[in-house]
């Protein structure tokens, strides 16, 4: 059965940096890619960032020049350092994982981030 585990999120000021980890386990299969998603109340759960197996990375452009994506292939743990955050950042994140050869997409239980003063 596949886990994701997530951690890191938490309070912190506008301008201020966060780093979520989301540990991937209990498939044999290879990652294909993993990412992050955020969601507000009352709205539709928005894209973040997706970093593929070849170590390509893409991003929204709202978070375009202060969140990176990384991972560790080793730990199958993906990793997004968030900087110059703002209180539009403020949301519960998701991260989410694709195995190559599984049509499931399997999503972590979320962390909650909160940009306030």
């Known amino acids: 059965q596949v886990q994701l585990v997530e951690s890191g999120g938490g309070l912190v000021q506008p301008g201020g940096s966060l780093r979520l980890s989301c540990a991937a386990s209990g498939s044999i299969l290879s990652i294909a890619a993993m990412g992050w998603y955020r969601q507000v109340p009352g709205k539709q759960r928005e894209w973040v960032a997706v970093i593929s197996s070849s170590d390509s990375t893409k991003y929204a452009e709202s978070v375009k020049g202060r969140f990176t994506i990384s991972s560790d292939d080793a730990k199958n743990t993906v990793y997004l350092q968030m900087n110059s955050l703002k209180p539009e950042d403020t949301a519960v994140y998701y991260c989410?994982?694709?195995?190559?050869?599984?049509?499931?997409?399997?999503w972590g239980q979320g962390t909650q981030v909160t940009v306030s003063s």
């Open positions: 989410n994982v694709v195995y190559k050869g599984d049509p499931v997409a399997y």
